[in-house]
C-alpha cells in the first residue's frame, strides 16, 4: 500500500495572504478543472472589456463596479482550479505547456482591470465641485472594495424591526455617498424569510429601490401590531425555576416588551396594579409567599418593587448555582477517573454509522477500539503527539473532538503512520497487526470514514451533520444486564399547541427519529378540542405489532420563535409509559447549564402527550451541537430549544420499560369463519339523496359496482352492438372473457371486438378459446396456442381470473398441492388460504379443514401447538389425498345447441358442525335429453354460540338464496332460465317461508323477510335428506371421497329425470309434533285488547284532529282557520296563512280542552277552594284568566316571559302531550332528553316529563 492517502489538504497563498484548501484530484479530473478555470478566466475578461468601455463612457461604469464587486470572488475560483491541476500534474509526474502562460496572463487580466478600477475613482474625484463631495465620492468608490457593512439581519420578527431601520436608515438610506443600486444590495443582504421574499420581486436595479423600500416600511411599520406582540409575550410569559438562566431570560424578555411599549408612548407607568397582578399569579406560590413578606404593606405594589425582588432572586439563583458547580466538580473528575461498573456491555452496531465523532471513555480496557492501538500505549510517560500533553493520542481529548477527515488531515500533515497513529515510520513499514475495527483495512479506526455519508456530511454542513448523527445509526442494539445505573435519554420539549379556537397551549412532546408519523393522546386531542377525522392508516411498531388509531387531526405546533409547524397526528390511547423511565442524575451536567431547554424537567418522569417525527424533528433542528463527557446527554440546538439526547446515569433505578400487544388481527380474521351471516338493513334514500343518484347517473354513468362506464362503449358502441355488450358486462380489469353458443356469432364478436378496440387504438393479445378455428386467422405471436407449465406433472392451462382453464377439455382445473406441513393451526388456516375456489366447487374440502381448525380453537390450543391425536389424524388423512383434487375437471360450457329450457335447482342443507347450499344448471334439449351441471356452492362453519338446527337450516336458506341472486343477475342477458326451484330437508323452515315474517321472532322474521325479497314462495320444495346434495357441504369430505361422490357433482339422480320422476309430496309435507312445536316457538307473541266503545261520550273535533293527523303543526292551523271563521265568517280570506297570535291562542285552546279532560276534578277542587291531591298541591297551581291550568310558586316576580314563570299543566299519558313532545324533538333536530325536556318547560310542565320523553 502507497504511503500517500488517496485524499490531502494543501494550503496555498497568494499576495493578498488568502488561503486556499485543495483537494489533489486524480487525472480523470482535469478536464473539469481546466473548464473551471477557464470560465473564471473569461468573467475576467468580460470584466476588462466593460472596463475599456467605462473609460470612454460614463453609463458603464456601474455596470463595471459591479463586475469588481465579484472579482474576488472570480479570483478565488481561478486560483483553486490552477492549483489543483499543478497538484495533479506533479503527483503523476506530468508536465503542463500552457499552465504557466495561463497563470501570467490571468495575472495581467486581473491588474488591468485594477488599473482602470484606480483610473476611474480619481476621474469622479477630479470632477466633484466640492471638496467636502469629493470626499464623500471618494470614500463611496473605495468602500466598493472594502468588506460589506455587517447590518443587523432582520428575519420577519416584528419587535426587531425599530432596531433594524434605524440602523439601516442611518448606515445606508440616509448617506448621499451611496447610490440606489448600492443600497438595494445592502437591503437584500441584511434581509431573510419573508421580507427578502417581498422585496425578491422587485429587480435590483437603482430605480426600483425606493419601491422595495416602501414596501417594506408599509408591511412591518406597525405599531399596533408591534404593540400587540409586545403584549401578548407579556401575558403568555411563564416563569421557570428550574434554571437561573431560563428565570433571567423571561426577566430581560419583559423588561424588552416593556421597554418597547413605552417606546410606542404607550402609559405603561399607569399599568402597576395589571402587570402586577398577572406577574404574581404566573410565579410559583413559594415565591408570590415570599413576595408578600418582604412588601407586605397594605397599599398597592408597583412593578418597579416587584421588579427590584425578582431581579435579587435571580441574581441569588445564579450565586447559588457557583458553589453547586464548585461542590460537584471534584466528584465530576473522580467519576471521570473512576472505573466503569462492573456490569459488562456490548454495543453490536451497524457498519453504516454516520457520525465520524467517536466518542471514547477515558478507561481503554473496555473499549474495543482499544484494540487497535499498540501495547506500548500503557506507558504513562508517553506524551500526545497531537497537543504535547501527558496522555496518549487515543485519549486526547482536542484529536477525538474533531471529525474523520479533520483527524486524516492532521496525520497527513504532522506524517503520522495512518496505522498506528506514530511519527517514526511510515504506514508501509508499520509492524503493527491491528486493524481498523470498522473495515479491517490497514488505518486506524480514528481515521475510518464512511465515503457516501461523509461526502454527504461535507457538502450539507454543520446542519447535515448533526441530522445525520440521530438518523442513521438506527441499526445497533444493545445488550446489557439489567443491573446497570444507565440508561438512554430521549429527546422531549414542552411545546405550545393550539386549540379549536386558536389558543395555545402546553402538552409534553417526545421525539422520534424511526417515527413517519405524528401521534397524539386521545386525552390531549380532547383537551384541545379538536374533532379526529377517519383515516385508513395501518400503522406498525417494532415487530410489526399494529397500534390502534382512533382518527387523524389537524394541529399548528408553535416554537419559541413564534414559528408555526402545521401537523397531521394521529390520534391514539396512549404513547409510551413515563420518560424518562426513572429520575436521572443530572450532577456534573455543566455544559447544559446555561441553555434554554426544551423540556426544563427533562430529568424528571412524566407522561408523554405528543410523539413528533423524523419529518418535524429534522425541520426544527439547528446548526449547533454541545457535547458533555461520559454518560452525559448531547445538547442539540432547535426551535423549541435545547434538546437533551443519548446516554445518561439514573438516580437509583432497576426498572425495564417493556410494550407489548397481543396479534389480535390473525384471530379477528380466523373467528370470520364461524361467525352467523347478519342480514344486512337496506337504507333508505332522502328525496335530495336519490335526485342527486339520478343527475350522476345521467351526467357520467355508473355501472352496479360504482365504477364509470367506459367511454369507448359509448362513443364507438353503436357501429359494433355484440362488442359494446362484451365490453360492458364481460372486461375485467385487462382481460376479456366471453362466449357464445354458436361458432358464426362467436367469429362476428371477435370481428366487433378487434375492430371496436382499434377505434381506442388497443390491441387485443393473448388469445385462447375451446375453439381452435377462432385463432386461425390471428398472428401466432398474439395467441396462447400452447401454454407451458412449470411442472411435468401439469397440463397446458391458462389461467383465467384466478382460475386455471384447459382450452383443449374446456373444463377448470385446480392445482392444489400439500405442502406436508406438521398439524398445527397455523399450517391449516395456511392450506385453507391456498386453495382458491371462487365459484365454491371444493366447499365440502374446505370445510372440512376449517371444522378441525374451530375444533382447535374451542380446545384452546395455541397456533403452533400439537394437536390432539383424533384431529392430528384426519389432517394427515386431508394431506395425503390433496393432491388428487389435480385430477379433478369440472365442465365450463353450460350454453349448447338445440337447448329447449333452462331450469336453475338450488339445495341447502344443515348440520351441527356447518350449513351450506349448492347450484345446478338442469338442461333440457330438444331431444328430450337431460344434462345436469355445477354453477356454484358455499358452506359455512357453524357459529360457536351453539343455534337451534332450525335456525342454521334457515341460515342455509340465506346462503342458497344469495346464490340464486348472484347467478340470476350474472346470467340476466346470456341466457333465459325459465324455471328455478330451491330445495331443503327442513319442513320447519319450508313452514316459516310459507308465512309473513312479521308472524316470526326477529332472527326468523329477518332472515325469512331477505329470502321472500329474492325468491317466491312457490319456489321452495322439500327434498329427502338422502337426496339432498347441500349435505356433503354441510358435513365435509375428504378429497378421495369428494371426487367419487357423484350426488354432489351431478345432483339427486331423478333431477336427470323428468318431471314425473320428482318427489311426490315436495310440496307441502306433512309436519309432526317435534317438528309443529319447533315452527311455533318463533312465532311473535301477540296481545288481543278488547275494546268497548262509549256511546255516551261523543268524539270532540280536538279529540277528532288528534287522532286523525299526526303532526301538531298541522292540527293548530287547523283550529286556526277554524277560530277565524267562527269569530269572523264575513271574512273572505280565509286562504291567507295563519298568523302567530292565531296559532298561540288555538294552541290555548288545546291545552284548555286536555286540561278540561284530564284534569276535571282538580279544577273543580280548585275552583271551590278544596285541597288538592298531593302530587298537584306541590306545584301551588292556579288558573288564570283563560282557565289554563298554571303552575304556582315563588318566580312570579322574575324577570322571564310569562309562560316561563307559569307554565301550564299537562298530563303524561294524552296524545297531545306525546305530539308536542314529538314536535320539539323534531323541531330542535332530535335533541336528547335533558335539551327536549328544557324546552318544553319553557311553556308546559308535563307531570311524570322523564316517562312522557322516553315513550
Known amino acids: 500500500m502507497s504511503s500517500v492517502p488517496k485524499r490531502t489538504v494543501r494550503k496555498l497563498s497568494r499576495s493578498k495572504s488568502k488561503h486556499f484548501e485543495v483537494e489533489s484530484y486524480t487525472s480523470q479530473h482535469l478536464p473539469v478543472l481546466r473548464r473551471k478555470r477557464t470560465i473564471a478566466l473569461n468573467r475576467l475578461l468580460k470584466a476588462l472589456e466593460v472596463g475599456n468601455l467605462a473609460r470612454s463612457d460614463d453609463a458603464h461604469t456601474d455596470l463595471f463596479l459591479s463586475y469588481c464587486e465579484q472579482l474576488d470572488k472570480w479570483t478565488s475560483e481561478f486560483e483553486h482550479a490552477h492549483w489543483s491541476i499543478i497538484g495533479v500534474l506533479e503527483s503523476s509526474d506530468q508536465e503542463g505547456d500552457d499552465d504557466d502562460e495561463t497563470q501570467t496572463r490571468f495575472d495581467d487580466i486581473y491588474f488591468q482591470i485594477m488599473s482602470i478600477r484606480r483610473q476611474l475613482n480619481k476621474s469622479i474625484l477630479n470632477s466633484s465641485e466640492i471638496s467636502h463631495q469629493a470626499d464623500a465620492s471618494s470614500s463611496s468608490l473605495v468602500r466598493v472594495r472594502l468588506p460589506k ?298 481515521l475510518h470514514t464512511d465515503r457516501g455519508v461523509a461526502n454527504k456530511i461535507q457538502s450539507g454542513g454543520t446542519e447535515s451533520d448533526s441530522v445525520a448523527l440521530l438518523a442513521k445509526d438506527s441499526n445497533s442494539t444493545l445488550v446489557s444486564k439489567s443491573s446497570s445505573n444507565c440508561t438512554v435519554l430521549l429527546a422531549t420539549a414542552i411545546v405550545q399547541i393550539q386549540d379549536s379556537n386558536g389558543q395555545l397551549h402546553s402538552f409534553r412532546a417526545l421525539f422520534d427519529t424511526g417515527s413517519q408519523n405524528n401521534f397524539i393522546t386521545k386525552n390531549a386531542a380532547q383537551c384541545l378540542n379538536l374533532k379526529p377525522t377517519s383515516c385508513e392508516t395501518n400503522i406498525n411498531g417494532l415487530g ?191 382481460d376479456v372473457v366471453t362466449g357464445f353458443a354458436t361458432l358464426d356469432l362467436a367469429l362476428e364478436a371477435k370481428s366487433q371486438i378487434i375492430n371496436l378496440f382499434k377505434r381506442g387504438h388497443f ?78 366447487f371444493l366447499s365440502p374440502l374446505t370445510i372440512k379443514a376449517k371444522v378441525l381448525l374451530q375444533k382447535l380453537w374451542l380446545l384452546g390450543v395455541s ?54 347450499a349448492v347450484l345446478y344448471m338442469r338442461i333440457l334439449f330438444t331431444d328430450d335429453t337431460i344434462q345436469v351441471l355445477p354453477l356454484c356452492a358455499k358452506a359455512r362453519v357453524a357459529p360457536i354460540n351453539k343455534l337451534s338446527l332450525p335456525r342454521l337450516e334457515l341460515c342455509a336458506a340465506v346462503v342458497l338464496a344469495d346464490l340464486v341472486k348472484f347467478v340470476l343477475d350474472t346470467y340476466n342477458n346470456k341466457m333465459s332460465i325459465n324455471s328455478t326451484h330451491l330445495w331443503s330437508d327442513s319442513t320447519v323452515v319450508l313452514s316459516w317461508l310459507r308465512s309473513h315474517s312479521s308472524r316470526w321472532n326477529t332472527f326468523v322474521a329477518n332472515r325469512v323477510s331477505a329470502i321472500q325479497d329474492v325468491v317466491p314462495v312457490e319456489s321452495w320444495h322439500h327434498v329427502a335428506s338422502a337426496d339432498n346434495p347441500a349435505d356433503v357441504c354441510s358435513r365435509g369430505q375428504l378429497p378421495h371421497d369428494l371426487l367419487q361422490n357423484t350426488l354432489w357433482w351431478s345432483g339427486p339422480s331423478w333431477l336427470s329425470q323428468t318431471f314425473n320422476h320428482w318427489p311426490n309430496n315436495s310440496k307441502f309435507p306433512i ?106 298541591r306541590k306545584l301551588n297551581p292556579f288558573l288564570d284568566e283563560e282557565g289554563i291550568l298554571r303552575v304556582g310558586g315563588r318566580i312570579s316576580r322574575a324577570g322571564i316571559e310569562y309562560d316561563q314563570r307559569h307554565p301550564a299543566l299537562l298530563p303524561c299519558d294524552h296524545p297531545f302531550t306525546f305530539k308536542l313532545i314529538e314536535s320539539i324533538h323534531r323541531r330542535h333536530c332530535h335533541t336528547g332528553y335533558n335539551t327536549t325536556h328544557y324546552l318544553i318547560l319553557q311553556r308546559f310542565w308535563v307531570l311524570s316529563a322523564k316517562r312522557a320523553i322516553r315513550k
Open 149 to 446: 457593512i455587517q447590518l443587523p439581519a432582520f428575519s420577519g420578527n416584528i419587535k426587531h424591526w425599530p432596531e433594524f431601520i434605524d440602523t439601516f436608515n442611518a448606515l445606508i438610506h440616509d448617506s448621499p455617498s451611496l447610490r440606489d443600486v448600492e443600497k438595494f444590495h445592502y437591503l437584500v443582504s441584511s434581509l431573510s424569510g419573508d421580507p427578502l421574499s417581498l422585496i425578491r420581486t422587485f429587480p435590483i436595479t437603482g430605480d426600483h429601490y425606493s419601491d422595495a423600500y416602501a414596501a417594506l416600511v408599509a408591511r412591518y411599520q406597525d405599531k399596533r401590531d408591534l404593540a400587540y406582540t409586545c403584549w401578548r409575550d407579556v401575558l403568555n410569559v411563564n416563569f421557570k425555576l428550574q434554571s437561573a438562566t431560563d428565570f433571567r431570560a423571561t426577566l430581560d424578555s419583559i423588561d424588552e416588551n416593556l421597554s418597547i411599549l413605552k417606546r410606542l408612548k404607550l402609559p405603561i407607568q399607569h399599568w402597576d396594579f395589571t402587570l402586577v397582578y398577572h406577574l404574581l399569579s404566573k410565579l410559583d406560590s413559594k415565591i408570590r409567599r415570599e413576595f408578600e413578606e418582604k412588601c407586605g404593606h397594605t397599599e398597592f405594589h408597583t412593578f418597579t418593587e416587584l421588579k427590584q425582588f425578582l431581579h435579587s432572586k435571580c441574581e441569588a439563583l445564579i450565586r447559588d448555582n457557583h458553589f453547586s458547580d464548585a461542590s460537584k466538580s471534584p466528584q465530576a473528575s473522580t467519576n471521570k477517573s473512576a472505573k466503569r461498573p462492573s456490569s459488562s456491555y456490548t454495543l453490536l452496531a451497524d457498519s453504516s454509522v454516520t457520525s465520524n465523532k467517536i466518542n471514547f471513555p477515558s478507561n481503554k480496557q473496555t473499549n474495543p477500539e482499544s484494540s487497535n492501538q499498540n501495547n506500548s500505549q500503557n506507558n504513562k510517560s508517553f506524551k500526545c503527539s497531537f497537543c504535547s500533553s501527558n496522555h496518549s493520542i487515543t485519549k486526547c481529548k482536542t484529536f477525538l473532538d474533531k471529525t474523520a477527515e479533520e483527524r486524516m488531515s492532521v496525520a497527513v500533515e504532522k506524517k503520522w503512520c495512518f496505522n498506528c497513529l506514530k511519527s517514526s515510520h511510515q504506514i508501509k513499514d508499520c509492524k503493527s497487526v491491528f486493524r481498523c475495527m470498522k473495515c479491517k483495512h490497514k488505518h486506524h479506526t480514528l
Open 1071 to 1176: 309436519l309432526n309434533d317435534a317438528e309443529e312445536s319447533e315452527v311455533r316457538i318463533e312465532e311473535r307473541r301477540s296481545v288481543v285488547l278488547v275494546t268497548e266503545p262509549v256511546l255516551s261520550n261523543p268524539q270532540t273535533p280536538i279529540d277528532y284532529l288528534l287522532k286523525r293527523y299526526s303532526s301538531l303543526d298541522k292540527i293548530i292551523r287547523i283550529i286556526s282557520y277554524m277560530r277565524r271563521f267562527l269569530l269572523n265568517p264575513n271574512n273572505r280570506n280565509v286562504g291567507e296563512f295563519t298568523t302567530e297570535i292565531e296559532n298561540y291562542k288555538s294552541l290555548l285552546s288545546i291545552v284548555k280542552f286536555v286540561q278540561s279532560t284530564s284534569f276535571a276534578d282538580d279544577i273543580q277542587q280548585l275552583q271551590s277552594n278544596q285541597p288538592l291531591p298531593k302530587p298537584l
Open 763 to 840: 390491441q387485443l393479445r393473448k388469445w385462447a378459446s375451446n375453439e381452435p378455428q377462432l385463432l386461425s386467422d390471428l398472428p401466432p405471436e398474439e395467441c396462447l396456442l400452447d401454454p407451458k407449465s412449470f411442472s411435468d406433472e401439469q397440463p397446458s392451462t391458462i389461467k383465467v381470473l384466478g382460475l386455471k382453464w384447459d382450452p383443449a377439455s374446456d373444463a377448470f382445473l385446480f392445482d392444489v398441492r400439500s405442502s406436508n406441513r406438521s398439524c398445527t393451526k397455523r399450517n391449516i388456516l395456511s392450506e385453507i388460504a391456498r386453495v382458491f375456489d371462487p365459484l365454491g
Open 544 to 734: 410489526g405489532i399494529a397500534a390502534s388509531i382512533i382518527g387523524l387531526v389537524n394541529c399548528s405546533i408553535a416554537s419559541k420563535n413564534q414559528r408555526l409547524f402545521n401537523v397531521d397526528l394521529h390520534v391514539i390511547s396512549n404513547i409510551c409509559g413515563d420518560q424518562p423511565i426513572a429520575r436521572l442524575n443530572t450532577v456534573g451536567w455543566s455544559h447544559i447549564h446555561s441553555l434554554p431547554l426544551a423540556d426544563p424537567g427533562f430529568d424528571v418522569p412524566g407522561p408523554i402527550d405528543i410523539l413528533l417525527g423524523a419529518d418535524v424533528f429534522a425541520d426544527s433542528l439547528l446548526n449547533q451541537r454541545i457535547k458533555g463527557a461520559v454518560n452525559q446527554p448531547v445538547a442539540f440546538n432547535s426551535v423549541f430549544g435545547w434538546l437533551l439526547l443519548g446516554r445518561t446515569s439514573l438516580v437509583t433505578s432497576s426498572l425495564l420499560q417493556f410494550s407489548s400487544k397481543p396479534d389480535n388481527e390473525l384471530c379477528t380474521l380466523v373467528q370470520r369463519f364461524w361467525e352467523i351471516d347478519s342480514i344486512p338493513k337496506a337504507s333508505s334514500l332522502t328525496p335530495d339523496e336519490i335526485a342527486c343518484e339520478q343527475i350522476y347517473s345521467s351526467e357520467y354513468g355508473r355501472d352496479s359496482s360504482g365504477r364509470t362506464i367506459q367511454q369507448l362503449a359509448e362513443d364507438e358502441g353503436t357501429n359494433f352492438p355484440l362488442a359494446q355488450q362484451i365490453l360492458r358486462s364481460d372486461i375485467y380489469v385487462d
Open 863 to 916: 397456533w403452533d401447538e400439537s394437536p390432539p391425536e383424533d384431529i392430528a389424524c384426519v389432517w394427515k388423512a386431508f394431506c395425503d389425498q390433496l393432491s388428487i383434487i389435480q385430477d379433478l375437471k369440472v365442465p365450463r360450457c353450460l350454453t349448447a345447441r338445440r337447448v329447449q329450457a333452462y331450469e336453475l335447482h338450488g339445495f341447502c342443507d344443515s348440520s351441527e358442525l356447518a350449513y351450506g
